[in-house]
């Protein structure tokens, strides 16, 4: 769904359901931090922070970012501390904090059948120690993981609920050592640490080689899978061998990309199926194929209770009432090289004349890359970033072409857009999956717009009970 679009409202929402209840960790100190300079409307991010371990932590972060009444909204956001292979003591705190409080609000009320997971990217490595390490000190009961082989992550979930310093290995472009990102629960927060339960992994994968992978080494395995099919929402996996387009630009898909089910079951571990799994018929088709449930992003997406702003869901619904809405398999448009999936919407970044009209710039830089320069030192670039700077370097031309940033317009998709000094403003790009059958049907029914609860009756209407998780 893209950054917190899958917020905890909407995971609330679906966990008191009696589901799986899913919200993004992607962004998150961007997240907190201008909700914080907003004002934080209903105090609801300061009443999490409240219940955070450390107050010390929390209070700093508030001390830093909260403006009481909210920032004139021409003001420009302040910056946070970028993602390196060692972010700052600040960033760290941040990502931390803004991690506890969306899992502990998607928590706060549950009850004990109360299930919440995190999602993170495989992509946004320098994230992933302390966003999940936050989601584990709310007592967050899944992390979920793709666009990447998620092979370390059980390791670093063993390790965080030990208490223990966490890591995962770097990928540095032309690096000829090892590099690792880590995180010391101890140093953050003290001696004192409290105690915190290892939550269940479950591995996104494309195709049941690598759910085999996974599965057979015990250091590595998961605790079950997603298996996403290619028209899923955001990232998804390029189609094995040659890349080939078809007549509208997009990547092709065939049989080799789909998995086998039947092999995926054998391994025994429980699986969730993604990606066109978002009508009643799906879902049945789904648990008769082994599935333990689904996982759906479109129609919770579009639903009111996710972060989506308001001018946003309203341009989409509305697309959907008159059958206008379409959403390309866009080869370029991520800087990570994977296909990302964009809403075409009218003043959106999907549209190459606003596309085109936004300067290039890279601020906050989740999506960079570290590279090793000749000296042997790291550096990082981003693909969207100003050509010259990313051409020096040592990346290529051909990289940056198409390159959009979806760093900034997934941001200004939940409200939460930059407004430069200059009055320039971050134009959206929305990501939503390529099957828009069950929003048709939803919003045939609820011309209006429909909430989670409408999407969850509406999606077990073949089925008397089925576990889903939206993401």
């Known amino acids: ?40 409307r209903g105090g609801h991010y300061r009443r999490a922070m409240a219940r955070f371990p450390s107050q010390a932590m929390a209070e700093r972060v508030l001390d830093k970012y909260f403006i009481e009444g909210g920032k004139d909204p021409d003001t420009p956001y302040k910056p946070i501390p970028k993602l390196t292979l060692e972010t700052a003591r600040a960033g760290q705190e941040l990502a931390v904090v803004g991690n506890f409080a969306e899992v502990w609000l998607a928590k706060d009320g549950l009850g004990e059948g109360g299930v919440v997971g995190v999602n993170c990217l495989e992509k946004v490595q320098m994230a992933t ?104 929402g955001g990232h998804s996996a390029p189609p094995r061998g040659k890349l080939q387009l078809d007549e509208a630009g997009e990547p092709v898909y065939g049989s080799r990309d789909e ?7 054998a391994l025994g571990l429980p699986f969730w199926l993604a990606g066109a799994y978002g009508t009643p018929e799906q879902v049945a088709e789904a648990v008769r194929a082994g599935a333990a449930g689904v996982q759906v992003g479109t129609v919770f997406a579009l639903s009111h209770d996710s972060g989506l702003a308001p001018e946003a869901r309203a341009q989409m619904l509305e697309r959907l009432r008159t ?26 970044a999907s549209q190459t004349e606003v596309y085109e009209a936004r300067p290039r710039l890279c601020d906050l830089s989740y999506l960079r890359q570290p590279y090793e320069r000749e000296d042997g030192t790291v550096g990082y670039r981003c693909a969207a970033e100003p050509v010259h700077m990313y051409l020096k370097k040592g990346g290529t031309l051909e990289d940056t072409e198409g390159r959009k940033c979806l760093c900034n317009g ?41 909430r989670a609860v409408h999407a969850l009756q509406y999606l077990q209407e073949r089925l008397p009970v089925v576990r889903l998780a939206s993401v």
Do not use: C
């Not at 059958?323 to 003043?347: H, I």
């Open 323 to 348: 059958d206008d809405l379409t959403v390309r398999n866009d080869p370029r448009a991520s800087p990570t090289g994977f296909p990302f999936k964009v809403a075409t919407l009218e003043g959106t």
């Open 1 to 40: 769904m893209g950054i917190a679009v899958s917020g905890w409202r909407l995971a609330h929402e679906v966990a008191k359901s009696g589901h799986l209840g899913v919200v993004s960790g992607t962004a998150m100190d961007a997240v907190l931090s201008r909700t914080l300079q907003d004002g934080d």
């Open 129 to 232: 120690p302390t966003a999940i390490l936050g989601a584990m000190l709310a007592g967050v009961d899944y992390v979920l993981m793709g666009a990447g082989i998620p092979r370390e992550i059980p390791q670093l979930l063993r390790d965080l609920s030990a208490g223990k310093v966490g890591r995962i290995s770097a990928d540095v472009v032309g690096g000829t050592s090892r590099h690792y990102i880590t995180v010391d629960p101890v140093d953050l927060l003290g001696e004192e640490l409290p105690v915190m339960g290892k939550p269940d992994f479950l591995a996104i994968v494309s195709v049941d080689q690598l759910a085999s992978y996974l599965y057979r080494d015990p250091d590595i395995r998961p605790d079950g899978f997603v298996v996403e099919r290619p028209p899923a």
């Open 410 to 450: 997934l941001m200004a998709n939940i409200g939460l857009g930059q407004h430069r000094k200059d009055g320039y403003v971050e134009d959206l790009l929305v990501t939503l999956g390529q099957d828009l059958a069950g929003a048709k049907e939803l919003i045939r029914r609820y011309a209006q717009g429909w």
């Open 259 to 265: 998995a086998d089910l039947q092999k995926v079951a």
